[in-house]
Each structure stands twice: as C-alpha cells, then as structure tokens.
C-alpha cells in the first residue's frame, strides 16, 4: 500500500534562495570588507598585546621560560613577554600556604565548615606504648625559593604531604599516649617542626616551614567513652590532693608558728629567770662583800633601805621618842581609829 507524505520537507536554508530572489535578503550597507579588515586587525592586536604582556600580583613572584627554561624572575607589576615563545609561570611568595591532614576545609569563616569523608589513613598512629591516637595537624609554609619550588621536585605537593605523615608518626611514636593527648602537643609540634625542616631542606623543595598546629588530638571513637571516664577520675584525683594540699597548707604552717611561739616564749622565760636570779646572787655576793668590809653601815644601810621600802605601805604613822611621858591625850585618837583598826590598842603609846 502506498502511503502519500504530502510535499517534500524543506531544509532550514532552502528559503535563503527565494528570500535572495524576492529582494527581501540583501546584505547591510555598512557591513563592507574595509570594516571586515579593520576588526580583523583589532583581534589581532589584542590577542597580541594579551599574550605579550602580563600581570604579577603583590604577594607573587613570576618566572619567565622560553621553550621551558627559565631566563628570568619578574617582580610584581606589569611585564612584557615575547609572544608565542615565552612562559610566565607565577609563585605566591608572600602568600602564607597550608596542608591539612586528618580533615578538610570546605570554608573558612566565622562559622567553618569541613568537608565531610573518611580522612582516618593520615590521622590515625600508633604510640610509643602500643596505643591508637587520632591526630590532625596543620603545618604552614611559605614559598622562599621560586625555581627550587618549580623545577627540583617532581610531585611536590605530594611528596611533601608524605613527608609531613612520616614525621609526625616518628615523632608520635616516640612517646605515650597520655603524652600525646595531653602535656606533650606542644613539644610534639616542636620537634615535627624541626625534622621536617630538615628534611625539606635536604631535598631543596624551596620553602620554609613557619608553623605546626595540632589541631585535635583525641583516642579512637570506640574507646573515647572509656577515656573520657579515665580523664574525670583523674581530674577527681587532682582536686581531691590539691583540697588536701590546701588544708594541710592552712594547718600545718599555723600549728608550726604556735610551736615555735611557744617554744621561743619558754627559752625566753627560762632566760629571764635566770639572769633574774644570776642578778639576785651577784646583788646578795656584792651585799655580803661590803658587809664584811663595814658591818655596822651595812646593817644601818638594810635597815633604811627596808623602812623605805615596808613604810609607804602603812598608811597613816605616828613617830614618838623614848624619853617622852604619856602624851596619849594630845594624841587625835579619833581620826586614828580607822587606821589603826580593832586591835590597836585602847591605851598606851606606840613607836
């Protein structure tokens, strides 16, 4: 059975005939081959001047190759090349460069953001002790040499990243596990800093390293919990000895002071006593000497010097002589009585 499709399909330029015949296609005045040569030239020229100069920024240094070697460096600003046969390949210098291992930044901010994956092959080590510990670590550097950067190494990035696991592995595994998770990080920083810099060095990679960060340093996963109860026992035990210390500072130190208080009040009692009484016996020797040389001065002396002493205390006094008759009525017995009290007596006279 045949089967009529109607006309032929046309194609999409079958009318461009027909519009050229009609008179409706014609080409624009102003599109002729003067203007066609001009903007040829533009191109030319820009594509020129594109390819013969070029940009180095601040913090960035650029090496010029001609066929692949290297004939000069460029500071930053604006240079000029020749075309087609140079090559300017930039270094940031100046800019401060990272690696991380264990994690991955997807963006730095206020609030960062880490690339999510399993990054366990870098930060998982063994320790000095045959424990696991997972460290992730930051090292920072700076391009100093250009040409050694470029041309010394092949694969520098990479050969530089296994340089950095085979550092702090050897360093890691020189030392415990509690080393590593707590009072040692900053010396393991330290001296990854410093073999790594040698080993840059010994294979010229053109950089210097200005820094090793530990970022997080914790045990596996399945035995964080355990961990974490080691770590509040320990810290329980810490305070508890540092409660203890502090009494025993309060106490001990006071109870000493008292001590030797006491013991320097009694040395110095038993000293005044006893010069008190060496002062005694020298006084009584010296006394008993000058009685001896004067008997009869001395004992007026003892005698007077005990009246002084006995006398104030008596209060009220009545002096009378020997040889004096009874002279009880001249006497003012009235304001005696008070101080000569009931036992004085009623009559008589008194020396």
């Known amino acids: 059975m045949d ?11 079958d009318w461009v005939p027909e519009m050229h015949a009609a008179g409706r296609l014609q080409r624009p005045s102003w599109f002729t081959p003067r203007l066609l040569r001009g903007a040829a030239i533009a191109l030319v020229a820009i594509v020129t001047l594109t390819s013969v ?45 990272k690696e991380e291992f264990g994690f991955r930044t997807a ?11 399993d990054y366990s092959g870098e930060s998982v ?17 700076r391009v100093t040499d250009p040409y050694n950067y470029l041309f010394k190494l092949r694969n520098l990035t990479d050969t530089f990243r296994s340089m950095n696991q085979a550092v702090m592995r050897e360093v890691v595994g020189d030392r415990t596990v509690t080393e590593v998770l707590t009072v040692g990080r900053q010396e393991i920083a330290t001296t990854s800093e410093r073999l790594l ?8 990679m053109g950089i210097v390293i200005e820094q090793i960060v530990l970022q997080d340093v914790t045990p596996p996963d399945p035995v964080k919990p355990s961990w974490d109860e080691v770590n509040q026992a320990q810290q329980q035990r810490d305070r508890l ?12 130190p006071r109870a000493k002071g008292e001590a030797e208080q006491a013991v320097l009040q009694a040395e110095g009692y038993a000293l ?25 001065v001395t004992r007026r002396r003892l005698y007077l010097e005990s009246m002084q002493r006995v006398l104030p205390t008596l209060g009220a006094k009545i002096f009378m002589d020997k040889g004096m008759g009874n002279v009880i009525p001249l006497l003012p017995i009235e304001g005696l009585k008070g101080v000569l009290g009931p036992a004085a007596p009623k009559g008589g006279g008194g020396q």
């Open 3 to 13: 089967i009529d499709d109607g006309p032929p399909r046309r194609g999409p330029l």
């Open 53 to 97: 100069s070029f940009q180095i920024k601040p913090e960035e240094v650029g090496l010029v190759l001609r066929f692949g070697r290297k004939v000069r460096t460029t500071e930053p600003g604006l240079h000029f090349k020749l075309p087609f046969v140079e090559q300017v390949l930039r270094v940031p210098v100046q800019r401060q460069l």
């Open 107 to 117: 963006s730095a901010g206020v609030q960062t953001r880490y690339a999510t994956g």
């Open 125 to 141: 080590m063994l320790t000095g002790d045959l424990n696991v510990a997972v460290v992730e670590w930051v090292v920072q550097y």
């Open 197 to 204: 810099q040698e080993m840059v060095n010994q294979y010229e």
């Open 241 to 252: 000895i540092n409660e203890a210390r502090a009494e025993y500072n309060k106490v001990v």
């Open 272 to 296: 005044e006593r006893v010069n008190s009484a060496q002062g005694d016996a020298t006084r009584f020797k010296a006394v008993y000497d000058a009685y001896r040389r004067a008997p009869e």
